[in-house]
C-alpha cells in the first residue's frame, strides 16, 4: 500500500529550526543558574554556577550563528517567513480557527476546525513572538557578556543600559519557556491530533497527504494541484 506524502519543510529550514530548538532548552536550564546563582551553588557549589555560566554562553553562539547563517543562504526563505508566514492577512477561516483553538484543545474529537493555509493562524502569533523575542534574547544577551569581556573584547556599559537589557533579557527568557512549552506540547506530537508530525521538523520534513489536509487543507490542496513537492512512498504501516 502506498502514500502520497508533501515535502512541507528544506533541510536548511529542518537544521536552523534543530539548532535553535535545542540551544534553546539548554539556553533556558543553563540560563536558570545564571538566574539564580545560589540555585547551582548551594546543590553543587559554587563553580557549578560558573561552569553554566560559560556554558550558558557557548551554547549562545550557535543560537546566533546559524539562523544568521539561514537567512544569508535563503533571504528569500527569510521575506517569505515574516511577510508570509508571521504577517501574513487573516481571512474568515484564520480567525474562525483562533477562535476555537482553545476548546480544540480539550475536545479535538468534537470541535470541527476550519482549513488553514501554510501556517496556521494561532501558530502565526506564537512562531512571531518566538521569533522576535529570540532577536532580543540574542541582542541583549551580547551585550551582557560584551561587559564581562567576549573573545577579548570588553565593552563598559552604563550600570542604566545594562539594567535594562538584563531586564529584557529576563522578560523574554520567562516568555519564551511559557510559548515554548505550549510549541513543543503541540510541534512534538503530545497533543493526540499533532502525533506523528514532529517528523516534519525533525525528520525528513515530509507530511502525509492526510495529515496535511487535517492542519493545512488550503496548503495541502495547492501542494497536490502543483505536485512538484508530492511524492508516493510505500506504507511502513502493516
Not at 535553535?20 to 543553563?30: D, E, F, H, N, Q
Not at 494541484?225 to 504501516?237: I, P, Q, R, Y
Request: one cysteine or more; proline letters at 4%; a positive charge.
Amino acid at each position: 500500500m502506498t502514500r502520497r506524502y508533501i515535502q512541507r519543510h528544506s533541510l536548511l529550514t529542518r537544521v536552523t529550526h534543530g539548532v535553535a530548538a535545542i540551544s534553546c532548552i539548554l539556553l533556558a536550564l543553563t540560563g536558570l543558574f545564571v538566574f539564580w546563582p545560589e540555585l547551582g551553588g548551594s546543590i553543587m557549589g559554587g563553580d557549578f554556577t560558573q561552569v553554566m555560566r560559560q556554558l550558558h554562553r557557548w551554547i549562545a553562539i550557535p543560537f546566533i550563528l546559524v539562523p544568521i547563517f539561514a537567512v544569508l543562504k535563503s533571504p528569500k526563505g527569510f521575506v517569505h517567513l515574516f511577510k508570509e508566514d508571521v504577517f501574513g492577512k487573516w481571512d474568515k477561516d484564520d480567525f474562525e480557527w483562533a477562535m476555537k483553538f482553545p476548546l480544540y484543545l480539550f475536545a479535538p474529537g468534537k470541535v470541527h476546525m476550519p482549513p488553514q493555509h501554510h501556517v496556521k493562524s494561532a501558530q502565526r502569533l506564537a512562531d512571531g513572538a518566538l521569533l522576535i523575542l529570540g532577536i532580543f534574547m540574542a541582542i541583549s544577551g551580547v551585550v551582557l557578556w560584551l561587559n564581562t569581556g567576549m573573545f577579548g573584547l570588553t565593552v563598559q556599559f552604563e550600570a542604566g543600559t545594562l539594567l535594562f537589557w538584563h531586564l529584557v533579557h529576563t522578560i523574554c527568557f520567562f516568555l519564551t519557556v511559557f510559548i515554548g512549552i505550549a510549541h513543543i506540547y503541540l510541534g512534538a506530537g503530545i497533543f493526540q491530533p499533532y502525533r506523528g508530525t514532529i517528523r516534519i521538523m525533525f525528520g525528513d520534513g515530509k507530511v502525509s497527504e492526510s495529515d496535511a489536509a487535517y492542519h493545512w487543507g488550503y496548503w495541502a490542496n495547492e501542494e497536490l494541484a502543483l505536485g512538484k513537492n508530492v511524492t508516493v512512498e510505500k506504507d511502513s504501516k502493516k
